[in-house]
């Protein structure tokens, strides 16, 4: 028998979020098919993110309700996290009914490097705080072939572990402000090189800015790219000065494949591992408090080190 959690108000359970792990498309289609169906019944919404391969006993059981939006599975996950953030309480805005909630069947893709993979993993554990209090309700799918290190992070960034049987409480579900503080950074070899840019005492925003420009002018890349990265720079190196303890300073890499730029202060008061996910102050720009979150739009890497003499912001974009 396969056990559901039924309807009732939106609101009382919603942001749950579980996980499947599978072993054949049969599987995903037997457990979230009647899941996706019974909410369909019930006035809920669904969408739908998965690998073609996973889809296709999935799109037989479904059938072509025009209740079920799908997503190519790559617009969502291999975006930047808060891109994936923003469109899910998109998708909430736009397709919940008053009292009910949006379904989303998501198969996430952690990408190819291990700064993608931390990205990733950072996003699966933020959303669900993120999602707290909005209308949706998330079933994440994880194929065989998925890393054993990915696996684990998986069962350790949902509460809910699914099987044919509907979820159950994940007992290995770690709070997401502990999995986070304690989510590895990855090694960037580019800082243990001689620097394109150095200020380690930033006293004149504006020469830093020149200084910025002049040396991605020579940088081979798309011109929309490094005039984001330059906006990402100039944000973190702005709250730097601003908010952390001086001095505040910066050091900026570069190759034909990418950009890295490490921003530095003295404060040792900031501590929250969910900054930066959604807008400081909510819709209202006006109010600042945007840089991380800026940051994190622009680039495609951004890891924040808290050590004793400090914090550490380091963005990474891409080139090729």
Do not use: K
Not at 31 to 48: H, K, R, S, T
Not at 126 to 148: E, H, M, R, S, T
Not at 182 to 190: A, H, I
Not at 260 to 267: F, L, N, Q, R
């Amino acid at each position: 028998m396969h056990r559901q959690h039924t309807g009732g108000d939106a609101g009382a359970d919603a942001g749950l979020h579980g996980a499947l792990f599978y072993d054949s498309a049969d599987e995903v289609a037997a457990v979230a098919a009647p899941w996706l169906l019974e909410g369909l019944a019930a006035g809920d919404a669904a969408v739908v993110a998965v690998d073609p391969g996973t889809a296709g006993p999935l799109r037989d059981a479904l059938g072509d309700d025009p209740a079920v939006v799908v997503i190519e599975r790559h617009e969502l996950y291999r975006s930047r996290t808060p891109t994936a953030i923003t469109a899910f309480r998109r998708f909430a805005t736009e397709h919940a009914r008053p009292g009910r909630r949006v379904r989303v069947l998501g198969e996430p893709d952690f990408g190819a490097t291990a700064a993608d993979h931390r990205e990733w993993q950072a996003y699966e554990a933020v959303i669900n705080v993120a999602f707290a209090g909005q209308p949706l309700w998330g079933l994440c799918v994880f194929g065989p072939d998925l890393p054993a290190p990915l696996r684990a992070a998986a069962r350790q960034t949902h509460p809910q572990v699914w099987t044919t049987g509907g979820p159950v409480p994940n007992p290995d579900h770690v709070d997401p402000a502990t999995y986070l503080r304690g989510l590895p950074v990855p090694d960037e070899p580019l800082e243990s090189t001689p620097p394109l840019l150095a200020d380690d005492d930033i006293t004149d925003a504006a020469a830093l800015r020149r200084a910025l420009r002049d040396r991605l002018a020579a940088v081979d890349g798309p011109d929309d790219v490094l005039e984001d990265f330059l906006m990402a720079v100039d944000e973190m190196a702005s709250n730097a000065v601003r908010h952390g303890g001086p001095p505040a300073g910066l050091r900026m890499w570069g190759t034909h494949e990418r950009l890295v730029c490490t921003i530095h202060d003295s404060g040792r008061d900031w501590d929250d591992p969910f900054a930066g996910y959604g807008p400081a102050h909510g819709a209202d720009l006006s109010s600042g408090g945007m840089g991380l979150w800026l940051a994190r739009q622009l680039c495609d890497h951004v890891v924040i080190r808290r050590a004793e003499d400090g914090v550490r912001v380091r963005l990474t974009t891409l080139l090729r």
